[in-house]
Structure formats: structure tokens, C-alpha cells
């Protein structure tokens, strides 16, 4: 595992916020600024503009709502008066004409081979085990990691976490075309017939088509067989969803490659840190924005 530098202190910033009644007695400071916003791209990186003001100074989401409605917010130089506005990186944010800085933590790249039995989240209020539980050891360094696309609670394999939002919306949007190559078990008999209506794909009302790239045998059995799925604009339980249609049971379903990167000898449930450069080869085929 490579060593990782040290996270930059967090800048400073401080103001007084005014009560609804303009009495400075009932005022509270704001406290220092801390933490920063992904980069652009994740669905993580867009925030409330409530939450970024008390995240960024230390006031309650209240006495920052308080803020934004007395009309002493900018975003990009243009008054804000209105709770439900978010911000995105890149945007200027300034209270009583006060720019609120913050510094960028330095990106980190994971690969981890996802076992079953966890979800692809940051966080759960069913209580069920997070995939951030098998990397708590950075999360404590870096902390805005988030899972960059997603594999279902059975699933397994590779699963990229980062907070470089730009690597995570090439990673994932359909319009990149980033190939996944899934090895899927499955029980039951694989006749010729059936191979080629599951190449051909489905159409399902609630999903559309749903077509694999490219499917391969493996391995085959009487009673078992073994494919490679390849996908590119994979839906939500795509394959799952497919092996259903035709009765099929899935035994096992690992991702194990995500655009030209592989996850090899990797055991489950342990994680690599990658370097950028290894970690673009996932977006090797990706076209530029």
C-alpha cells in the first residue's frame, strides 16, 4: 500500500451572523472553516447551500438558514435569499461579502474487491454493513470518499471509491461507455438455444432493453455453467435481471474488470491504493467530455 501525504490544514474564515431582528447581543460567530467539497462530477459533489455554510463555518443548518434568508449570502456574486439552492465546485460562496475558502484534500484512488453481503453506500439507516466499513482506515484521512458506481448487496468484485468527482462521472455516466466485465455461476443447463436468446437480451417495461456487450462461455456443466458478461450501460440488477427472465439461479456474480483495469489476486474483502495513473486506465475508453 502506498504511503499517502498529509491532508492540508484547513483554511480559516470568520463572520458574525445577525439575528432575524438585526440585535448583535443575539448574534453568534462563525467558527473556522473546515473540510471541502469533492470535485465535480459526483452526485456527491452538489450540496445544500445551508449545509456547505455550516459545514464551511461552524454555525448550526439553522443559524445558517437564518443567513441565507436575510439575504447576506452570494453565490458567484449573485444574492441568495431562498433556502432550497445548492453549490457545486467551482462556485464562489461569500457571506457578508467574505469569500468562504477551503482547500481541496489530494485524491485518492481504491480498488476494492467488494465481498457479498455489504451495500454500495456511504452510509445505511437500515443498519446494514457499508462497503466504507473495508476502508475505514482512509476514510479516517480522507473524508469525502464515495463509491464510484455500484455493485448489489450479493454482488462482488471491483468497486473503485475515491473523492475525485471528475474520475467518477467519466467512470459511471452511460455516455462514456466504460466497459465492466462481470463472471457470472449460474445453475441450470446451458443449452445453444438459451446462450443465444441470452446474447440477443430482453425488454422488460420497467427497464427497456436489456443487452449484454458481449457474453462468453466460461465453463459448462450439465448442471452449472460459468459466462463472461461484458456491459457497458449496465441498469440497475442488469444481469441479475436477465438470468430471472429465462429461470435461471445466479451462484455467484463478480465484476472483474472496469475499463482497462483488472482486479487479479486481489482477495476479497482487501483493498489497493492506486495511483492516477493506474486508477485512468478504468477510464482508458472513456471519450473526453
Not at 172 to 196: A, C, Q, W
Request: hydrophobic share 35%; glycine share 6%; aromatic share 6%.
Amino acid at each position: 500500500m502506498t504511503k499517502e501525504k498529509k491532508i492540508n490544514k484547513t483554511s480559516k474564515y470568520s463572520a458574525i451572523p445577525k439575528s432575524a431582528n438585526n440585535n448583535p447581543s443575539k448574534s453568534k460567530s462563525v467558527k473556522s472553516v473546515k473540510s471541502a467539497l469533492p470535485a465535480s462530477g459526483a452526485g456527491s459533489a452538489i450540496i445544500r447551500l445551508n449545509k456547505f455554510i455550516a459545514t464551511h463555518t461552524g454555525v448550526s443548518r439553522r443559524n445558517a438558514d437564518e443567513i441565507i434568508e436575510e439575504g447576506r449570502v452570494a453565490i458567484n456574486g449573485k444574492k441568495i435569499n431562498k433556502l432550497a439552492v445548492s453549490v457545486k465546485p467551482g462556485d464562489e460562496v461569500s457571506v457578508d461579502g467574505k469569500k468562504i475558502k477551503f482547500k481541496e484534500e489530494p485524491k485518492i484512488y481504491i480498488m476494492l474487491n467488494k465481498p457479498q453481503g455489504y451495500i454500495t453506500a456511504v452510509k445505511s439507516e437500515e443498519g446494514f454493513k457499508t462497503v466504507m466499513e473495508l476502508v475505514k482506515k482512509e476514510t479516517l484521512k480522507y473524508k469525502h470518499i464515495f463509491p464510484a458506481g455500484r455493485l448489489d448487496f450479493m454482488s462482488e468484485g471491483m468497486l473503485i471509491l475515491t473523492n475525485d468527482g471528475d474520475f467518477s462521472y467519466k467512470l459511471t455516466h452511460p455516455k462514456f461507455d466504460v466497459l465492466k466485465t462481470y463472471i457470472v455461476e449460474v445453475k441450470g443447463e446451458l443449452t445453444s438455444d438459451l446462450f443465444n436468446r441470452i446474447k440477443k437480451g430482453i425488454r422488460l417495461e420497467e427497464t427497456g432493453l436489456l443487452k449484454p456487450d458481449d457474453v462468453r462461455i466460461v465453463r459448462k456443466n450439465p448442471n452449472k455453467f460459468i459466462l463472461s458478461v461484458d456491459l457497458t450501460h449496465g441498469k440497475n440488477r442488469e444481469i441479475r435481471r436477465l438470468m430471472e427472465f429465462f429461470n435461471l439461479k445466479i451462484l455467484m456474480l463478480k465484476r472483474v474488470r472496469i475499463g482497462g483495469l483488472y482486479i487479479g489476486d486481489l482477495p476479497s474483502g482487501e483493498y489497493r491504493i492506486l495511483n492516477k495513473k493506474t486508477a485512468e486506465l478504468a477510464i482508458s475508453n472513456a471519450d473526453s467530455d
